[in-house]
């Protein structure tokens, strides 16, 4: 299963653009990117994923490098309710498995 | 998107007790459901893959008598605890398969006492 590295947290202001990077250098041609965030004490929701065009959504948007090894995950005008711990997973595409690392926490603030 | 609900959203139960977690899938069939744990300041571990009609695929370290599955019908699947200790305390959240995506319950807290 591909793994992914994520910056530990993120800091953004309030209005502004947050943009959450996440390097797969070992995805495999036919696996996708997902992105899902988690609020304290919450599930995780659903937010984009993509194969190997941006994508763009109500949400945000997914650039995913032309090499496939890293994305970003644009939130274009973040608020405080956007603070949460964002995860990029793999899907495996043996399993089915959504394999979580240890996200990004954003912190957004006034 | 499509809705998991998982029931209890908490529970206290005694050490040496059981406990049964349900999840629903609430319109759609889910024949492939998980099963992940989550302990405080961590991240979701998945536990195990829940399979309707047939028997789940646990996840490596997770015990399969201490943590049964069952996932009888194609919008139900339920985890018990059996046997509960206060290292069982956690915050216990299943998905839904729907096509690419998958959807999650809102968590079930566990504490054990």
């Known amino acids: 299963d591909a793994k992914t590295t994520q910056p530990t947290s993120m800091d953004c202001a309030e209005g502004r653009a947050a943009n959450l990077p996440c390097n797969h250098s070992?995805?495999?041609?036919?696996?996708?990117v997902y992105w899902y965030r988690q609020i304290h004490s919450q599930g995780p929701q659903y937010i984009i994923h993509?194969?190997?065009n941006n994508e763009t959504n109500e949400m945000a948007s997914l650039i995913i490098t032309e090499d496939r090894k890293s994305s970003t995950l644009i939130l274009p005008h973040a608020t405080l309710r956007d603070t949460a711990v964002y995860y990029c997973?793999?899907?495996?595409?043996?399993?089915?498995?959504?394999?979580f690392g240890q996200g990004t926490t954003l912190q957004v603030k006034p | 998107g499509a809705v998991v609900s998982q029931h209890p959203s908490w529970v206290i139960c005694k050490s040496g007790t059981s406990v049964k977690i349900e999840c629903r899938s609430l319109?759609?069939?889910?024949?492939?459901m998980f099963w992940y744990r989550q302990f405080p300041k961590q991240s979701l571990m998945l536990m195990a893959t829940?399979?309707?009609?047939?028997?789940?695929?646990?996840e490596q370290g997770v015990e399969k008598d201490k943590f049964l599955i069952n996932h009888a019908s194609l919008t139900l699947s339920t985890l018990t605890v059996t046997s509960a200790h206060p290292e069982d305390s956690s915050f216990y959240i299943c998905?839904?398969?729907?096509?690419?995506?998958?959807?999650f319950g809102q968590g079930t807290r566990l504490t054990v006492v």
């Open positions: 829940s399979n309707e009609g047939s028997k789940a695929t646990y």
């Open positions: 319109d759609f069939q889910a024949t492939t």
């Open positions: 993509g194969l190997k």
């Open positions: 070992t995805i495999s041609g036919n696996e996708y």
């Open positions: 998905s839904g398969q729907l096509n690419t995506e998958a959807f």
């Open positions: 997973i793999v899907l495996s595409s043996n399993t089915g498995k959504l394999i």
